[in-house]
């Protein structure tokens, strides 16, 4: 069995990271600079920074935030929000970026995703797919649909066959978050999460829901995923990720131990 991946998250918002409730009432969380610099520190295998209004607001991804985040820490580095073009990807390889996260502009032209591994390769395109269970109309059973702006707007997308989508375009790895758990602490979306990852021949990354040690021990067997991101219970210290890691060690899964 592959090494099982622990992921902190940056949700960031006018330089700030922040965390919210099912995508809404965001609180801040602290300075970007120096929670990588911690969790790199602790031994997080790897950190996602998504730029969280940079779509909704028409913008560029912060990348002198992103530079200055890249030479603080030494584990791979994802960056999201905002991309839309080559240039874009580029631009944040060079600030030091590892890989690149795309959301809205996949879903907007799914051919992005086809352009980008053939011009960065796979291995740096994670496509993000933020979904929310509901009905596409009156009458219509509830289904698994995809969100683009930051979970603002609802797609026609529906989220299983989108996931396989993608990794037939060229996507190296999926981040999946449920909304309907996010920030919720009342676990991660497991029957989604086994269901896209049981189809599914790159990794998982498993987010939104995470509240305990138990949480994650159960996305990774029960869930199949390959890697779990939480956010705030590592913002706020409430699981220190050697703690984590030990716990799923001693529950027989396999991770990477720094010391």
Known sequence: MLTKRIIPCLDVKDGRTVKGVNFLNLRDAGDAVELAAAYAEQGADELVFLDITATVEQRKTLLELVHRVAHTINIPFTVGGGISSKADVSALLHAGADKVSINSAAVRNPDLINELALEFGSQCIVVAIDTRYISLG??????????????????????????????????????????????????????????????????????????????????????????????????????????????????????????
């Open 138 to 259: 009156e009458g219509m059973p509830q289904e698994h649909i995809v969100h683009t702006h930051g979970g603002r707007k609802p797609t026609e997308l529906r989220t299983i066959p989108w996931a396989k989508e993608v990794e037939d375009r060229g996507a190296g790895e999926i981040l999946l978050t449920s909304m309907d758990t996010d920030g919720t602490k009342g676990g991660f979306a497991l029957e989604l999460t086994a269901t896209i990852s049981g189809n599914a021949n790159i990794p998982i990354i498993a987010s939104g829901g995470a509240g305990t040690m138990e949480h994650f021990q159960e996305v990774f067997t029960k869930g199949k995923a390959d890697a779990g991101l939480a956010a705030s219970i590592f913002h706020f210290k409430e699981i220190p990720i050697p703690d984590l890691k030990n716990y799923l060690r001693e529950h027989s899964l396999p991770v990477r131990m720094t010391n």
